[in-house]
């Protein structure tokens, strides 16, 4: 049992490149989420799903996109990275029901140079 | 807005001793809080959440306390460990909204646990 994976764990970027930062979870988790942390900053909600096919926006929706195909896997996509989107994201996903916690990945630190 | 609030960046505290971190928010609609611990280059973990209609729940060193009317809860650690330095989150939870359960994130604060 993995829990949840993100890959990759670093990457640099070139401003105007675009990538696809992976999110899979192996528990059967309905909600999937994402996250930045900033420096000195708490976690801000970029998307979220609640299920295959359906997302929602966040806080910071801003220059990111998602998809949700399946239940397993929920993956972030930054179509043009700039200065900004420097930052660690984790994925997160949890089961609906009296279960209340989250479980995170480790993380993928993003430098946008 | 922020909706929930960790104002002490920081902390330090001798081993042995009680930590306790503290978080206000803003929303009574929340349903839950959970605290969350995170060491460098690893993900948040869960450590102890509280439902709102209760004002205390404890799981061994760990004791959450929550005031309603205050808009307050904290964390006790007791005793404090050195393994028990990291940035604490505090994060708040409403269900039943007719769309997904999002957990919002307080700012953290890091815990030290001298010797």
């Known amino acids: 049992n993995a829990g949840v994976t993100q890959t990759p764990k670093f990457r640099i970027l070139k401003i105007g490149q675009s990538m696809t930062l992976q999110c899979t979870q192996d528990?059967?988790?309905?909600?999937m989420y994402w996250y930045r942390q900033d420096p000195g900053m708490g976690l801000k909600l970029i998307y979220y799903?609640?299920?295959?096919?359906?997302?929602d926006k966040g806080e910071v929706p801003n220059g990111y996109n998602v998809s949700r195909s399946t239940t397993e896997d929920f993956p972030l996509r930054l179509e043009l990275a700039a200065p900004s989107q420097t930052s660690v994201y984790f994925c997160?996903?949890?089961?609906?029901?009296?279960?209340?916690?989250?479980?995170f990945g480790q993380g993928t630190r993003l430098t946008v140079v | 807005d922020q909706q929930v609030k960790q104002n002490s960046p920081s902390l330090s505290v001798q081993e042995g001793r009680i930590s306790i971190l503290n978080c206000d928010y803003t929303?009574?609609?929340?349903?839950?809080f959970l605290w969350y611990k995170k060491y460098p280059a690893e993900g948040p973990t869960f450590l102890i959440s509280?439902?709102?209609?209760?004002d205390k729940n404890e799981d061994g060193r760990f004791t959450v306390f929550l005031n309603k009317s205050a808009k307050h809860l904290s964390l006790h650690i007791v005793p404090s460990q050195p393994g028990d330095s990291a940035v604490y989150f505090c994060?708040?939870?409403?269900?039943?909204?007719?769309?997904?359960?999002?957990?919002?994130f307080g700012t953290g604060t890091r815990l030290q646990v001298t010797l």
């Open positions: 997160a996903s949890r089961l609906q029901g009296r279960t209340t916690e989250a479980f």
């Open positions: 528990m059967n988790h309905n909600y």
């Open positions: 799903s609640v299920g295959a096919g359906i997302t």
């Open positions: 929303n009574s609609m929340f349903d839950y």
């Open positions: 509280i439902s709102s209609i209760k």
């Open positions: 994060a708040a939870l409403r269900i039943n909204t007719g769309t997904a359960s999002k957990l919002t």
